[in-house]
Nanobody, 125 residues
Framework: QVQLVESGGGLVQAGGSLRLSCKAS????????MAWFRQAPGKEREFVAA????????DYSDSVKGRFTISRDNPQNTVYLQMNSLETEDTAVYYC??????????????????WGQGTQVTVSS
């Protein structure tokens, strides 16, 4: 059974940067699509970014495009989310997720069958 563990969250001022990591155990991520979602208090879980197993394909929500970068290190079984130019609206719990393929419906949480426990990101003004 796969376990995904996020880390790297914290408190940062607006305009700052954070790098989130998602370390997998129990399954090699090399053949899986990986994604980041986030959920702010009182809101639905929201797609942030996704990356295919081959890293040839990535997808970003409009709200983070140009500021966030998703990457993966398959030998390290780890996925990253580099977040630059952070805004207060980026405050949320960030989750990584795993899917069997880079689905066309990759922005839907239901496309993913494994999830981490989340890491809190708080951006202050």
């Amino acid at each position: 059974q796969v376990q995904l563990v996020e880390s790297g969250g914290g408190l940062v001022q607006a305009g700052g940067s954070l790098r989130l990591s998602c370390k997998a155990s129990g399954r090699f991520i090399a053949s899986y699509a990986m994604a980041w979602f986030r959920q702010a208090p009182g809101k639905e879980r929201e797609f942030v970014a996704a990356i295919s197993w081959s890293v040839e394909n990535t997808d970003y929500s409009d709200s983070v495009k140009g500021r966030f970068t998703i990457s993966r290190d398959n030998p390290q079984n780890t996925v990253y989310l580099q977040m630059n130019s952070l805004e207060t609206e980026d405050t949320a719990v960030y989750y990584c997720a795993m899917a069997p393929t880079f689905y066309q419906a990759r922005r839907a949480p239901s496309s993913y069958d494994s999830w981490g426990q989340g890491t809190q990101v708080t951006v202050s003004s």
